[in-house]
Antibody, heavy 118, light 110 residues
Framework: EVQLVESGGGVVRPGGSLRLSCAASGFTFHSHGMSWVRQVPGKGLEWVSGINWNGGSTTYTDSVKGRFTISRDNARSSLYLQMNSLRAEDTALYHC???????????WGQGTMVTVSS | QSALTQPASVSGSPGQSITISCTGTSSDVGTYKYVPWYQQHPGKAPKLMIYDVSNRPSGVSDRFSGSKSGNTASLTISGLQAEDEAVYYCSSYTSSNIPIFGGGTKLTVL
């Protein structure tokens, strides 16, 4: 079964850090670009960051540039998001998603919740 | 880059057809074919329903169709069923080499 399972979310104070992980299974991980997409509960989707198949190219939405770092380990079929200098506005459910082609996401994980609060 | 513009809500009766619009600019929807639509039921992950403006992934009902004219893309659902009640999001690749999403449209099946 093709699936993505996120982990690593939690409650963190403003200015703190978290590292999210996404474990992929059921498909050839290294053949696909991957992204993180977040969603404030009850609100819409916001793309956060993307990485190409070999990790050689990464992109970020403006609000997280310089604070978040996306990476991947193809040997472990895993995607990561290192989040530093967290702000209250980063509070959201973070989904990892498989890129079918140029940011069309055909497989999504259920998400891991990140809450930034003092 | 601003979000794509979608109506907040649409509704229809079982068996009817509805269309959801998604308006962008010449920097996104108007230029690129990479316009997907996603369906999201409460508490669930989004599901890809349409890709490249008008293509359906395997397993998606042919009641779902997509189109584009100028800077506006559209999702049409024909023969509405109760299970279609969900939030629908459009998205587009952009000239900034990143994607943007629409704000989402809640479909209510009356």
């Amino acid at each position: 079964e093709v699936q993505l399972v996120e982990s690593g979310g939690g409650v963190v104070r403003p200015g703190g850090s978290l590292r999210l992980s996404c474990a992929a299974s059921g498909f050839t991980f290294h053949s696909h670009g991957m992204s993180w997409v977040r969603q404030v509960p009850g609100k819409g989707l916001e793309w956060v960051s993307g990485i190409n198949w070999n990790g050689g190219s990464t992109t970020y939405t403006d609000s997280v540039k310089g604070r978040f770092t996306i990476s991947r380990d193809n040997a472990r079929s895993s995607l990561y998001l290192q989040m530093n200098s967290l702000r209250a506005e980063d509070t959201a459910l973070y989904h990892c998603a498989r890129d079918q082609s140029l940011y069309t996401f055909d497989i999504w994980g259920q998400g891991t919740m990140v809450t930034v609060s003092s | 880059q601003s979000a794509l513009t979608q109506p907040a809500s649409v509704s229809g009766s079982p068996g009817q057809s509805i269309t959801i619009s998604c308006t962008g600019t010449s920097s996104d929807v108007g230029t690129y074919k990479y316009v997907p639509w996603y369906q999201q039921h409460p508490g669930k992950a989004p599901k890809l329903m349409i890709y490249d403006v008008s293509n359906r992934p395997s397993g998606v009902s042919d009641r779902f169709s997509g189109s584009k004219s100028g800077n506006t893309a559209s999702l049409t659902i024909s023969g509405l069923q109760a299970e279609d009640e969900a939030v629908y999001y459009c998205s587009s690749y952009t000239s900034s080499n990143i994607p943007i999403f629409g704000g989402g449209t809640k479909l209510t099946v009356l």
